[in-house]
């Protein structure tokens, strides 16, 4: 009896497994089948438009023999005999044109619905997702209130970028000598946060350079956030040459929201434009963190 249990629980579980990704990828598979709906719609309508020519043919014939009929019999073919045959003819064309194109209408009608279907079930899980990663983002911005208004803001950017002393060698007026700074340990970074170094194709070996191109992103960013009203991360991370990402799909900025309404490149380096700043030792490279108002996906 356990025997048959487990087993009727082992098939029940692997059923209902199949069943999961199935859902799962249901639009991937409901455009997959919408595409091949469409070739199927074109290869049925192509077929149907050939018959036409003999359906039409038909038809003029049946026409003829109306009309040929009404004047070598008019005494027996009367015009309201054919007026009847005339709308029996009409009716005769109108089923065998329905008749050709049905099976392209239906397997139209289907792919519609498959593609319908596919944008309804990705446009609920994009909602869900969104008001999931708000409300993450939200608790996680009401957390930082309270050790900020608990422990200070100090602490709450130690805590956040595990801030460490670092002994860095320097050389001024007094000579050669070590000096402590505080840096983050690159252990710790906010999700939004990437690296400005010499993988990013706009990198330069000359620090001045890369200060100027920070400073002009940022303006082009809040000169942007103007003009439009909002601006997705993932915008300001093709204007600095980074890869899209997904939390940069959904967060940004709102001109007039809740945010600070200005892009601030939080940089962990030289302060070329201003913001929370940390040296990093190798001052031609930083992180780069961003003030992002939070999601904006649901707000514009």
């Not at 043919?57 to 045959?85: F, G």
């Not at 602490?155 to 860095?168: F, G, H, L, P, T």
């Not at 082009?220 to 997705?232: E, S, T, V």
């Not at 040459?241 to 380096?269: E, S, Y």
Request: glycine share 8%; hydrophobic share 40%.
């Amino acid at each position: 009896m356990n025997a048959l249990r487990a087993l009727s629980n082992a098939v029940t579980s692997k059923v209902g497994r199949q069943i999961l990704l199935t859902q799962k990828h249901s639009p991937t598979l409901m455009l997959a089948a919408g595409a091949v709906g469409f070739v199927a719609t074109t290869v049925l309508a192509s077929k149907a438009t050939l018959k036409m020519d003999g359906i039409l043919k038909e038809a003029e014939a049946d026409r003829a023999k109306i009309e040929k009929a009404e004047t070598e019999h008019p005494e027996k073919y009367t015009a309201e005999d054919a007026a009847q045959d005339r709308k029996l003819s009409k009716v005769k064309l109108a089923i065998e044109v329905t008749k050709a194109y049905a099976p392209a209408v239906a397997v139209g009608l289907g792919t519609l619905s498959l593609f319908v279907g596919a944008h309804v079930i990705l446009t609920k899980r994009v909602a869900g997702l969104t008001a999931a990663y708000a409300a993450v983002d939200k608790a996680f911005k009401e957390y930082r209130a309270r050790v900020v208004a608990d422990l200070g803001e100090e602490k709450d950017r130690e805590y956040r970028y595990d801030i460490v002393d670092k002994e860095i060698a320097v050389e001024d007026e007094t000579g050669a000598h070590t000096k402590t700074i505080k840096t983050p340990s690159g252990k710790a970074h906010s999700m939004y946060a990437i690296c400005f170094d010499r993988e990013n194709r706009n990198w330069k070996g000359d620090w001045g350079y890369n200060q100027s191109f920070l400073a002009a992103q940022q303006t082009w960013a809040n000169n942007k956030l103007r003009a439009d009203g909002h601006i997705f991360l993932n915008d300001v991370y093709r204007m600095l040459g980074m890869p899209d990402t997904p939390a940069g799909a959904v967060t940004g900025w709102v001109d007039g929201g809740d945010g600070d309404d200005t892009v601030i490149f939080n940089i962990f380096g030289p302060d070329p434009v201003g913001g929370d700043l940390f040296t990093q030792g190798n001052e031609r490279s930083v992180w780069i963190d961003f003030n992002v108002d939070g999601v904006i996906y649901d707000k514009i």
